[in-house]
């Protein structure tokens, strides 16, 4: 499996906008969630997030919170998801990113954290709630590691926070897309454009944007904004956990499949 930065620099050579879909660990069970895995990269996914459940998910919207609910209800550990990726890995293309809060890290101890996720197969990690005054604290434990730590940009940081922010990332640039927490939206607000283009001005590293990208015509369009990356995360985990588990895996291929098709036209 690729690292994060090699997948993207692979896809730039052939002019490729990548497509990341996000699922939440556990939800609707473990065995699901590996099968989702190999579901996604069959049909399209160059890089695949993994939400680790979490108790406070304060980025995360009304979908992917119930998701995270019904896996810690179901006795979901941070091991237990680390034994899928660790199982899982050797049978995908797409490099794993794992999606987790800063605490969960604290609490393992951040070495500790960043070796286990790296010996399980995981290539990057995304904290939504890390500031980036502790970014040094957990980028060069990452980068010893062989994770990638990339970084979120909002749409209200201030230029000098941008620049900072792109200087320290890894792997990519996550570009939030909207001021608020996850979740399907119907339309994409035109200033992301501009926030792309803004940070194209700044950096050469990929920019992924997520946060609200529900479809194809979406997808499509953040490419065509300059988008290295689209990330779809609510579409794909209502799809997944809120049906039988059959019929869930079925329509996130066929919906991955789509996404990826309509990008690559």
Wanted: a negative charge; aromatic letters at 4%; proline letters at 5%.
């Amino acid at each position: 499996m690729t690292t994060v930065s090699e997948c993207f620099k692979r896809l730039r050579d052939r002019n490729e906008c990548a497509l990341i879909p996000f699922i939440t660990a556990g939800d609707p069970d473990l065995e699901v969630t590996a099968a989702a895995l190999q579901v996604l990269d069959r049909n399209g996914a160059d890089l695949i997030e993994l939400g680790i459940p979490y108790s406070d998910p304060l980025a995360d919207g009304p979908v992917i919170q119930a998701a995270a609910t019904r896996a810690l209800q179901k006795g979901v550990k941070l091991d237990d998801v680390l034994a899928v990726v660790k199982a899982v890995t050797p049978k995908l293309q797409a490099p794993i990113i794992l999606f987790t809060y800063y605490n969960p890290i604290l609490n393992r101890g951040i070495k500790t954290f960043l070796a286990d996720i790296a010996a399980a197969g995981a290539k990057g990690l995304v904290v939504p709630d890390l500031p980036l005054e502790e970014v040094n604290t957990l980028s060069g434990e990452a980068q010893a590691a062989g994770i990638d730590l990339v970084l979120l940009v909002a749409p209200t940081s201030p230029e000098e926070r941008i620049r900072a922010i792109a200087a320290q990332a890894q792997g990519f640039i996550y570009l939030v897309s909207v001021t608020g927490v996850t979740g399907v939206r119907t339309n994409l607000q035109t200033r992301v454009h501009d926030l792309i283009d803004g940070l194209k001005q700044i950096t050469d590293k990929p920019i992924g944007v997520g946060f609200g990208v529900s479809g194809a015509d979406q997808a499509c369009q953040l490419k065509d904004w300059g988008a290295d990356a689209v990330i779809v995360g609510s579409a794909f985990v209502k799809r997944l956990g809120e049906r039988p588990a059959a019929e869930g895996l079925q329509d996130i291929g066929q919906f991955c499949h789509e996404l990826k098709t309509a990008l690559a036209r």
